[in-house]
């Protein structure tokens, strides 16, 4: 079945650098499909061209079931994008650019001024919206690119690292809004980030793409399924008893590198199901037990099987935003 977005052997190469390495994949109608890789590994390349901004120099892609080399303005039509470097004018308010934007995009004059009080409050900037762009936080750019993108009421949604420099209250209610347009209005999202919480949150299903190549795909819970069972971490009351807890616990699975000091771990060989028995083996090595965690396998363990190694800023929180003026 057609996809929304579709790329076969799709590539990129800037003079003697291959930026994108002949990927393919299929996006779905209605679908969040998160794009996760480091700094560098060709996410931003391949939204260039599936946004017709970048040319392809090898491959095939159609979005919207338009070719992005051939039918370029029928591409745009139907695509809203909010990439990494929001065009904003400093000297213009937020009202101002979203009159602006609905009048190159032909809105109607009647739909103009409610439709830019929908999208401002969609967005958290009804208040902020006759303030000029210069005295907007980081956070706040972000915001308004999204409502720009989305004046012209888009199939498809390509977001390139949206919530970079976002504090985690204005990060949560992005997430909700790109929740939100997918489940009630069926827009397509394409969403590249580096950030795995955020394709753990939002995606139906991940890609993972490394020096160019996608290197992973399918829905979280299965990539992780496949890549590795839960870890078991218990830290003893009595320092002493390491020892007699690596002995205790040794049956359940291999041990692994605890997350905290003073712990010991070790990677289930069947899953969660081993923890009752694990209770009771410490209880019957009379061991006192002052936390035991369960943790499960997250993107970065199925982003180091896949690579050999972690994804830049995994378990990391996406930076404050400056604050505004």
């Known amino acids: 079945m057609a996809g ?11 003079k003697d650098v291959r930026a994108v390495c002949g990927i393919d994949l299929t996006v779905a109608s209605g679908e969040i499909y998160g794009f996760l890789g480091p700094n560098g590994a060709g996410k931003s390349t391949t939204v260039h061209m599936l946004t017709t901004l970048l040319p392809p120099t090898g ?5 919207g079931g ?10 745009r039509r139907v695509i809203g994008a909010a990439l990494q470097e929001a065009a904003l004018d400093p000297l213009l308010s937020g009202r101002e650019h979203l009159r602006l934007q609905m009048a190159l995009q032909n809105t109607p004059r009647h739909e103009r001024k409610p439709r830019g009080e929908e999208l401002l ?8 919206g006759d303030r000029k762009v210069r005295t907007y936080s980081g956070g706040m750019k972000r915001r308004l ?3 720009l993108a989305l004046v012209h009421r888009p199939r498809i949604l390509f977001l390139d690292e949206p919530t970079t420099g ?19 209005e069926g827009v397509t999202v394409f969403l590249t980030t580096q950030y795995l919480e955020e394709a753990d949150v939002l995606a139906n299903r991940v890609g993972i793409i490394d020096r160019g190549k996608i290197v992973a795909e399918g829905t979280p819970a299965a ?20 020892a007699a807890t690596s002995a205790a ?14 712990s010991i771990a070790v990677r289930l060989d069947s899953g969660a199901d081993q923890l009752a028995d694990i209770v009771r083996a410490l209880d019957q090595a009379d061991i006192a037990v002052a936390n035991l965690a369960l943790h499960e396998p997250t993107l970065d363990d199925v982003f180091l099987a896949k690579t050999g190694r972690s994804l830049e800023g995994a378990g990391a929180a996406a930076p404050p935003e400056p604050v505004a003026v």
């Not at 491959?59 to 979005?63: K, L, N, W």
């Not at 399924?225 to 390491?242: L, M, Y």
Request: overall charge negative; charged content about 35%.
């Open 4 to 14: 929304a977005i579709e790329a076969e052997r799709l590539e990129r190469t800037f």
């Open 59 to 63: 491959g095939t892609a159609r979005v």
């Open 66 to 75: 338009f070719d992005v080399r051939d039918d370029g303005p029928s591409v």
């Open 121 to 128: 409050d969609r967005v958290g900037l009804t208040e902020a």
């Open 145 to 147: 690119d999204l409502a």
């Open 166 to 184: 976002l504090d985690p209250q204005s990060r949560t209610a992005l997430w909700e809004e790109v929740a939100r347009l997918a489940r009630d």
């Open 223 to 242: 990539l992780k399924a496949e890549v590795s069972t839960p870890t078991v971490e218990d830290v003893p009351r009595d320092s002493d008893d390491c």
């Open 249 to 262: 616990l040794r049956p359940f699975g291999d041990a692994v590198s605890p997350r905290s000091a003073g």
